[in-house]
């Protein structure tokens, strides 16, 4: 089941992402500057190197004063001033593409995980037909087992997988690959195949150990999934957890398919609304960031860390139903997972200042459950 732990970690990837856009997207202002600075080799006019030279340095400092918010003086130079007006249209227009789309891919991306769910399960029902057809030991017990069929003729996997297409059918030669070299070479798979009628229990044991050590599991069907998903040493757990529940759900004849989120479109604003808020945050509580990491005697906060503690500052001015304890909590355990051993203490340290902070000065205003462990 998604949890809002997932939710932030999907966000704070795309945060990393677009903060290494914005680089990029600088980089592309430099060369546009340097582009309109070059000499024009089809002019018939002589091309003044050493002027054109000139211009780009005075074009390159005034935009770069500009970028870092320090206050300039416009250039007498009219081209110079069209240059960097020029620059900063294609920087801003380039990031401003590029959090559109990374809004929209976080939704997306968690979506695509009904999708991985779905072909995991359908994967088993795949090895399942491949089972039917061998000839020479019979593997029945796993082919016509109840909870096999039950996944095979569970009406919304089939609406889903008709809507989606099977991604199987386009890697049959894997698929067969797998089901000899992996699931048949599988011990506790031959154990079941080759005993006596097995109860709904042993279903049960059976394709759990096969999704969670075999397809799931270090092997040629794990990398299958993680080339295919650029995410997936997280999704997994979530993918993992999906199959244990549809089994555990098995009553003998039917599974029951499970949901990715409770509440989908409320998860969907949670996420809109933070990615969002944290690239617009108030330059005050940047600035609140780089007073406190001072005190810290860092000489230069990693990306990964400011992303967390723009994040969590987000969070705290923008969720009032979120109590303070939580938001930092979740972002500490962020920080143990994605950033440095050192940063847990850290993000520790600044994040309870800064909160204090914010709640004296009436920035930080919590109603309803926000409240809790907020007195």
Same mark, same amino acid.
């Given at each position: 089941?998604?949890?809002?732990?997932?939710?932030?970690?999907?966000?704070?990837?795309?945060?990393?992402?677009?903060?290494?856009?914005?680089?990029?997207?600088?980089?592309?202002?430099?060369?546009?500057?340097?582009?309109?600075?070059?000499?024009?080799?089809?002019s018939m006019?002589?091309?003044?190197?050493?002027?054109l030279r000139?211009?780009?340095?005075?074009?390159?400092?005034?935009?770069?004063?500009?970028?870092?918010?320090?206050?300039?003086?416009?250039?007498?130079?009219?081209?110079?001033?069209?240059?960097?007006?020029?620059?900063?249209?294609?920087?801003?227009?380039?990031?401003?593409?590029?959090?559109?789309?990374?809004?929209?891919n976080?939704?997306?991306?968690?979506e695509?995980?009904?999708?991985?769910?779905?072909?995991?399960?359908?994967?088993?029902?795949?090895?399942?037909?491949?089972?039917?057809?061998?000839?020479?030991?019979?593997?029945?017990?796993?082919?016509?087992?109840?909870?096999?069929?039950?996944?095979?003729?569970?009406t919304?996997?089939?609406?889903?997988?008709?809507?989606?297409?099977?991604?199987?059918?386009?890697?049959?030669?894997?698929?067969?690959?797998?089901?000899?070299?992996? !699931? $048949?070479?599988? =011990?506790?798979? @031959?154990?079941?195949?080759?005993?006596?009628?097995?109860?709904? #229990? &042993?279903? /049960?044991?059976?394709?759990?150990?096969?999704?969670?050590?075999?397809?799931?599991?270090?092997?040629?069907?794990?990398?299958?999934?993680?080339?295919?998903?650029?995410?997936?040493?997280?999704?997994?757990?979530?993918?993992?957890?999906?199959?244990?529940?549809? !089994? $555990?759900?098995? =009553?003998?004849? @039917?599974i029951?398919?499970?949901k990715?989120?409770?509440?989908? #479109? &409320?998860? /969907?604003?949670?996420?809109?609304?933070?990615?969002?808020?944290?690239?617009?945050?108030?330059?005050?509580?940047?600035?609140?960031i780089?007073?406190?990491?001072?005190n810290?005697?860092?000489?230069?906060?990693p990306?990964?860390?400011?992303?967390?503690?723009?994040?969590?500052?987000?969070?705290?001015?923008?969720?009032?139903?979120?109590?303070?304890?939580?938001?930092?909590?979740?972002?500490?355990?962020l920080?143990?997972?994605?950033?440095?051993?050192?940063?847990?203490?850290?993000?520790?340290?600044?994040?309870?200042?800064?909160?204090?902070?914010?709640?004296?000065?009436?920035?930080?205003?919590?109603?309803?459950?926000?409240?809790?462990?907020n007195?």
């Amino acid at each position: 089941m998604l949890n809002r732990r997932t939710i932030r970690i999907k966000i704070m990837q795309s945060l990393f992402a677009f903060e290494q856009c914005k680089e990029a997207n600088h980089l592309l202002a430099h060369d546009l500057i340097d582009e309109r600075f070059q000499p024009d080799l089809n002019s018939m006019q002589p091309q003044d190197k050493e002027l054109l030279r000139k211009q780009k340095k005075v074009a390159l400092q005034l935009f770069e004063r500009s970028f870092k918010g320090k206050p300039v003086e416009e250039s007498p130079d009219s081209k110079i001033t069209e240059v960097v007006a020029a620059a900063f249209e294609l920087f801003n227009k380039q990031v401003k593409k590029d959090q559109n789309f990374l809004a929209k891919n976080i939704v997306l991306e968690i979506e695509k995980l009904t999708n991985l769910y779905h072909d995991v399960l359908s994967l088993l029902t795949e090895f399942a037909e491949l089972a039917a057809a061998e000839k020479k030991v019979d593997h029945s017990h796993f082919s016509q087992q109840a909870l096999i069929l039950a996944i095979r003729n569970n009406t919304e996997l089939k609406a889903s997988l008709l809507k989606t297409g099977n991604m199987w059918q386009k890697h049959k030669n894997s698929v067969r690959s797998w089901f000899k070299e992996v !699931i $048949k070479e599988d =011990d506790a798979y @031959q154990e079941f195949i080759a005993g006596k009628k097995p109860s709904a #229990e &042993d279903q /049960k044991s059976i394709i759990k150990h096969l999704v969670r050590k075999r397809i799931l599991g270090a092997g040629p069907i794990n990398d299958f999934f993680e080339a295919e998903d650029i995410r997936w040493a997280e999704d997994r757990e979530i993918i993992k957890s999906l199959v244990d529940k549809t !089994i $555990k759900s098995f =009553d003998g004849t @039917q599974i029951v398919l499970q949901k990715l989120s409770l509440d989908w #479109e &409320d998860d /969907k604003q949670f996420i809109n609304k933070l990615f969002i808020n944290t690239i617009a945050l108030d330059d005050k509580y940047k600035q609140l960031i780089a007073q406190n990491t001072r005190n810290w005697e860092v000489d230069r906060l990693p990306l990964t860390d400011r992303v967390i503690l723009e994040m969590a500052l987000a969070e705290m001015v923008s969720f009032p139903n979120i109590p303070v304890k939580v938001t930092i909590n979740e972002y500490i355990e962020l920080t143990k997972e994605y950033s440095t051993p050192k940063s847990r203490q850290f993000i520790n340290g600044i994040l309870d200042v800064m909160s204090k902070s914010m709640q004296d000065s009436g920035a930080i205003k919590k109603s309803g459950r926000g409240l809790i462990d907020n007195k």
